[in-house]
């Protein structure tokens, strides 16, 4: 019922925007007759003049009708290509901050444009994220043309760029980007000790490409900045030795395909003990000791990598290293890994060499990074299934933009089979019927795997087509330019066309280029034989899709059948369902299985009927649902962890824009040395002699601060009060005295550099804590509490008490260095200190177990006096 209403309420809502922007457009289509009676140089003018009236403080939404009329006439005039009025709609949909659902081939690039260069006015900066490297070099090389006519500067942040060249392509007026490559630069910002080499400005407007992809597949793993960390690497091969021997007990485990999740029964972690003990690993009875507990954790890890990751569906192995692959995209993932000992228990599991772990220094989400920006906006060929979770993380609105051309694609309903080989016997007579009709086929599969069994099948058929999928990822291009020629057979994962259209006829364009003919004669003849093959595909029916088997999300099988019937061709799809596929065997119950077995069919007969669409979609509507909660609770977490990141980044920059942090100092010695008194004199009157003893003591071999005062205080009764003023007054006095015997800008950079290696330390060890807290609050959830909000509370306790042990480090650190110093004269070379990093590399006190509450949390490192 809700889902009705919601239905309802959306496409009237939709229908209502739409109307109200065509209006707008009218406006700019008559602006646009006006600059096309201007010469090229009034044009470009013009960029000028809006600058002039946005200093002015008008509102750049008022300038909407008049930039969006140039571009159009700029583009007539660069690509000789003209805008629709839907695609100017779609261009005031994203400018105003939404996401812009818009149909294959109606040119989302093209509508791209007119947000871009509305916003690049400001010279605030646009970053415009695209889903891989190819795609943003592309759009950039294709729109660069059109930019400078506008006098709009562009560039590109690439990886592996250095922080000069990054810096300067940030200050442009357009970046194009990856959003892993945007969010790394974010994090590497925060890591810095010299402010100079920042690259990343405020960020001001984002326009992302494939925003689904980027916001919702890549939603699920936060983004890592880690280095290698030294570990043990035999354990990972001798834990895949025992769990070789259990992998097949399912009495030892539980597994939950759906959600990814294994535990180990009672039954498991006995069987698990013995074999421990027969190899002489642990002795009895001693697997429950906190020095062994992790075996449970590797082995755990060891069966996930055997029965949830498999070869050439999650993972590939390419040159002896295991390369993760995009389960929505087919594309492969270099450079990332998986976390926790995951990734190296699937390299044990496949023989190769066991590389360390990576340890965290710095982490965010896709979800919080780019909650960071003043205003962002998307597009897509499929949105409005996710609207939902758009609007609940991001509050952004999602709209269907109308076709320029009717959608006449025909999507057939789908047949189930009984086998998987009744399945391929199917589709292979199908691909059979439409090759004699001269229609071009795409094949699109949920794996390399498959991909390659449906080629072995068309083979032995003697079918001639092409395979692209993640082992062939360079050749993706040359592959989908010839996709839609006639008779042509494309067997594909999920990447191919996104970003690039299948053209009917094959890619005119793509033929031209690589041909490098300059003739005339010779583009006409290649013109002519591209006509004539169009109109054989247009008769034959158009590009048709076949799903060999439905993915997890209706919205890929959505973007499968988007690759057919772009601009109003003709085109067709079916998707093809066993009762052997996973889908089916995971999500949908036994007995619907068996009454569809119980059904009277023939061998090779299908089932057709809208009943099995329904199941299909029930299934998918669950993992969707899954995966949702899975971002959100992602999510969630992240906010939590994302107030703590703000403070330590705010501390950072204030540490780095002060020139002079005496005063801070002053303010730690006081904090810290008046909590020190509390702690070892118990009495406010009356103290006893062996508690200024032990006071004495801490203050010596803590921080090196030797007060001889207090020894002439055994004799006199004093309040505490007064002990505390004369222990803080002495050690500013001596550490002030110490100062003065260096140079102020040397130790000024010493202070700095303490301070700030501290804060990245302990920040570092907090995020491992906060690591180990999420995968315990979870087993909160049996006892019938939120696990959120159990995170919620110890994570701010852990949080205040990393920052009280913080501040303690950092005072003692600034005096046994400062002493150090002047004893041993360390080397100083050009006004620089060479200081010995194991000083740094300390472990997390845990003295001062602090639980109180802060009113203002963004005083809790310095407190002003």
Not at 256 to 271: H, M, P, S
Request: charged share 25%.
């Amino acid at each position: 019922m809700f889902k009705k209403l919601f239905i309802k309420f959306f496409y009237s809502r939709n229908t209502i925007v739409i109307n109200k922007l065509k209006k707008i457009v009218v406006n700019i289509n008559n602006l646009g007759k006006y600059f096309s009676k201007l010469s090229d140089k009034e044009l470009k003018k013009k960029t000028k003049k809006f600058r002039i009236m946005l200093n002015q403080k008008i509102n750049l939404n008022k300038l909407i009708p008049e930039s969006f009329a140039l571009v159009k006439e700029a583009c007539k005039r660069v690509f000789n290509i003209n805008y629709f009025d839907v695609q100017l709609i779609g261009g005031i949909i994203l400018h105003k901050g939404n996401i812009a659902e818009i149909c294959t081939g109606e040119g989302k690039t093209l509508i791209s444009i007119l947000p871009i260069y509305l916003n690049s006015l400001l010279k605030k900066g646009v970053h415009v994220i695209t889903t891989n490297e190819y795609l943003a070099k592309r759009d950039l090389k294709n729109n660069k043309p059109l930019f400078d006519f506008l006098d709009i500067k562009i560039g590109i942040n690439l990886k592996g760029m250095d922080y000069q060249e990054k810096t300067k392509v940030y200050k442009y007026d357009v970046t194009y980007g990856t959003s892993s490559e945007f969010c790394f630069d974010y994090l590497r910002d925060n890591m810095l000790f010299n402010l100079k080499k920042k690259v990343q400005r405020k960020l001001n407007y984002v326009l992302i490409d494939e925003v689904d992809s980027v916001l919702i597949d890549n939603g699920k793993n936060p983004l890592i900045i880690s280095s290698i960390e030294n570990k043990k690497l035999k354990i990972y091969s001798e834990i895949n030795k025992i769990v070789k021997l259990l992998k097949n007990n399912s009495k030892c485990y539980y597994l939950n395909k759906n959600e990814g999740q294994l535990y180990l029964k009672k039954y498991g972690l006995i069987a698990i003990e013995k074999i421990l003990i027969k190899n002489k690993i642990i002795k009895k009875n001693k697997l429950y000791l906190r020095t062994h507990i992790l075996f449970i954790n590797h082995i755990v890890l060891s069966l996930k990598s055997h029965l949830l990751f498999k070869k050439n569906i999650d993972y590939i192995v390419k040159k002896k290293k295991i390369i993760i692959i995009d389960k929505n995209t087919g594309r492969l993932m270099y450079g990332k890994k998986w976390s926790d000992g995951l990734h190296q228990a699937i390299e044990s599991k496949e023989n190769l060499k066991v590389n360390s772990e990576n340890e965290i220094f710095n982490s965010i989400t896709i979800q919080n990074y780019f909650c960071l920006y003043k205003k962002i906006s998307g597009m897509t060929g499929t949105a409005i299934t996710e609207s939902e979770e758009f609007y609940s993380i991001y509050n952004l609105e999602t709209f269907l933009i109308p076709t320029h051309f009717p959608i006449i694609r025909k999507d057939l309903p789908d047949l189930l089979y009984i086998t998987k080989e009744e399945k391929y016997n199917s589709i292979v007579l199908d691909i059979k019927k439409r090759i004699k009709k001269m229609q071009p086929i795409l094949v699109g599969t949920i794996s390399i795997e498959e991909s390659e069994l449906i080629s072995k099948i068309l083979n032995k058929e003697k079918i001639k087509h092409q395979v692209l999928n993640a082992k062939f990822h360079s050749k993706e291009a040359h592959i989908i330019s010839k996709a839609g020629k006639p008779c042509c057979v494309t067997i594909s994962t999920n990447m191919a066309g996104r970003g690039t259209d299948i053209v009917l006829g094959g890619n005119l364009k793509n033929k031209i280029i690589k041909s490098n003919i300059l003739y005339n004669e010779e583009i006409i003849k290649i013109k002519n034989k591209w006509k004539k093959n169009n109109k054989i595909v247009l008769l034959s029916g158009g590009l048709h899709v076949i799903g060999v088997s439905h993915y997890e999300s209706k919205r890929i099988d959505n973007q499968l059948r988007g690759r057919s019937g772009r601009q109003g061709d003709p085109g067709s799809s079916r998707f093809y369902v066993s009762l052997e596929d996973q889908l089916i065997n995971i999500f949908i119950s036994k007995n619907i299985i068996n009454i569809l077995k119980k059904i009277n069919i023939k061998y090779g007969k299908p089932i057709e009927h809208n009943f099995i669409n329904k199941i299909i979609l029930n299934a998918q509507n669950k993992i969707e649902s899954n995966n949702f909660n899975i971002r959100k609770n992602l999510f969630k977490y992240d906010n939590i962890i994302n107030i703590q990141r703000n403070i330590i980044y705010y501390q950072r920059n204030k540490i780095l824009n002060i020139n002079n942090i005496d005063f801070l100092v002053k303010n730690l010695f006081e904090e810290i040395l008046s909590k020190i008194v509390d702690k070892y004199i118990i009495n406010s009157l009356f103290f006893k002699s062996f508690e200024i003893d032990k006071l004495c003591n801490i203050l010596y071999s803590d921080f090196n601060l030797k007060i001889p005062i207090l020894g002439n205080l055994k004799k006199i009764k004093k309040n505490k009060l007064f002990i505390k003023k004369i222990i803080i007054q002495e050690s500013i006095k001596l550490y002030l005295y110490r100062s003065n015997k260096i140079d102020n800008n040397i130790m000024n950079n010493i202070e700095k550099n303490i301070i700030l290696k501290n804060i990245d330390l302990f920040w570092k060890n907090h995020l491992i804590n906060l690591q180990i807290l999420k995968k315990s609050v979870n087993l909160k959830f049996y006892n019938q509490q939120n696990p959120i909000q159990e995170y919620k509370i110890e994570s701010y306790k852990l949080f205040i008490n990393m920052i009280e042990s913080l501040k303690y480090k950092i005072l003692s650190n600034l005096n046994i260095i400062q002493t150090k110093i002047l004893n041993e004269n360390i080397l100083i070379k050009n006004k620089k200190i060479y200081l010995n990093n194991s000083l740094f590399k300390s472990r997390l006190y845990s003295k001062y177990n602090l639980s109180y509450f802060i009113n203002n949390i963004k005083n809790i490192f310095f407190r002003k006096k």
